[in-house]
């Protein structure tokens, strides 16, 4: 406890990250003990450098994947609490609206973490708004993981963001992925096809959807709903094509 002290007023007051300490510390609601793991969470790979033979960068990517774990997690676990009577298709869907680009690119503005990200504005041009500061809250949940454990991160998730999302009212919201994506591709002058199966299972038939955009597959999801596969598929893809509805 006193070594955190003693590190929270050398970085607030002597170290290069000073500024960037204190919106940590702002943001995440707690002082950071490996504070390391925060300044790359924040740095997008257009600010790496290689720190492997492999060629690995020492970007936010790996903290990326792991926040993404973690907040998928943290979801899945309070929408089952929350939903006790809905199934895996309701679960799975309401999930994906919460952890969508979209959402995550949203709520990193909302809690002012786009202001210490870093990254180059030349090489990443207009990008910028369709997923960086998204990816960054994934690894900046990452950071808090290895730096306060599960439960540092799932209070960070419950007190920090999901306070700004009303989950009834997402729960009637329905985004129409797969028109943005026929109007992208007609505007572009691309081909687009949505490929379909149908399988039996346990009495069900599920719908398995593939999305091909000039013959190469962009996304795939399944679903009792067809509709409700395109739509998933539909979205896979939109992320991947880094289109915003």
């Known amino acids: 406890m006193i070594r955190t002290f003693l590190s929270g007023i050398y970085f607030s007051y002597f170290s290069k990250h000073k500024v960037v300490y204190r919106k940590v510390v702002k943001i995440s609601g707690a002082l950071p003990v490996k504070f390391d793991c925060y300044i790359q969470a924040l740095r997008h790979h257009s600010m790496s450098s290689t720190i492997h033979q492999n060629g690995s960068r020492n970007s936010n990517e790996r903290l990326e994947y792991l926040g993404d774990s973690v907040l998928n997690t943290v979801i899945a676990n309070m929408l089952f609490s929350r939903f006790p009577f809905k199934d895996e298709g309701f679960l799975t869907e309401m999930r994906s609206k919460i952890v969508s680009r979209e959402s995550l690119n949203d709520l990193a503005?909302?809690?002012?973490?786009?202001?210490?990200?870093?990254?180059?504005?030349?090489?990443?041009?207009?990008?910028?708004?369709?997923?960086?500061f998204g990816n960054a809250l994934e690894a900046f949940i990452g950071a808090i993981f290895l730096d306060k454990g599960f439960f540092g991160a799932q209070a960070f998730i419950k007190k920090k963001?999901?306070?700004?999302?009303?989950?009834?009212?997402?729960?009637?919201?329905?985004?129409?992925?797969?028109?943005?994506?026929?109007?992208?591709?007609?505007?572009?002058?691309?081909?687009?096809?949505?490929?379909?199966?149908?399988?039996?299972?346990?009495?069900?038939?599920i719908y398995k959807v593939r999305i091909k955009i000039d013959g190469e597959e962009y996304g795939a999801a399944e679903h009792l709903s067809k509709k409700k596969a395109e739509q998933m598929a539909s979205e896979k893809t939109c992320e991947k094509l880094n289109l915003q509805l």
């Open 109 to 132: 503005l909302k809690i002012g973490l786009n202001e210490i990200v870093a990254y180059d504005r030349r090489a990443v041009g207009q990008n910028i708004k369709g997923s960086i």
């Open 161 to 205: 963001l999901l306070t700004h999302i009303d989950v009834d009212k997402l729960e009637f919201t329905e985004k129409n992925y797969k028109g943005k994506l026929i109007e992208w591709v007609q505007k572009n002058n691309k081909t687009i096809d949505f490929e379909s199966d149908e399988e039996i299972t346990r009495k069900q038939k």
